[in-house]
């Protein structure tokens, strides 16, 4: 599986960013995915994830009402919608797929050991 995340950019504090994630993969929806983001000096956090049948999400609660994730199987695409960015959004953003087949439809991980492969990450920065 390959992913090629995209949409990164400088945006406004109160702006708003769309991140794209491809798959090269032809099983895309035996995979949860999952976005990730990294600040200068931090650990690779959790931001949002969804279950390999698009029934399950999961958000930190930082970006909850702010950000939302979807999934196009047919596209093999995940997106992640960004809204009123705050400067403590600024980070690397990843992109992440967790084989799932074996587990429940709609589960999603927030471990990022869990996940199996990554994109290669798009950087984000809002200013304020």
């Known amino acids: 599986v390959q992913l090629q995340a995209s949409g990164g950019g400088l945006v406004q504090a109160g702006g708003s960013l769309r991140l794209s994630c491809a798959s090269s993969g032809r099983t895309f929806s035996s995979y949860a995915m999952g976005w990730f983001r990294q600040a200068p000096g931090k650990e690779r956090e959790f931001v949002a994830g969804i279950s390999r049948s698009g029934r399950g999400t999961k958000y930190v609660d930082s970006v909850k009402g702010r950000f939302t994730i979807s999934r196009d199987i047919a596209a093999n695409t995940i997106s992640l919608q960004m809204n009123n960015l705050k400067p403590e959004d600024t980070a690397v953003y990843y992109c992440?797929?967790?084989?799932?087949?074996?587990?429940?439809?709609?589960?999603?991980?927030?471990?990022?050991?869990?996940?199996?492969?990554w994109g290669q990450g798009t950087q984000v920065t809002v200013s304020s």
């Open positions: 992440a797929a967790d084989f799932t087949y074996n587990r429940g439809s709609s589960y999603v991980a927030t471990d990022r050991n869990e996940y199996d492969y």
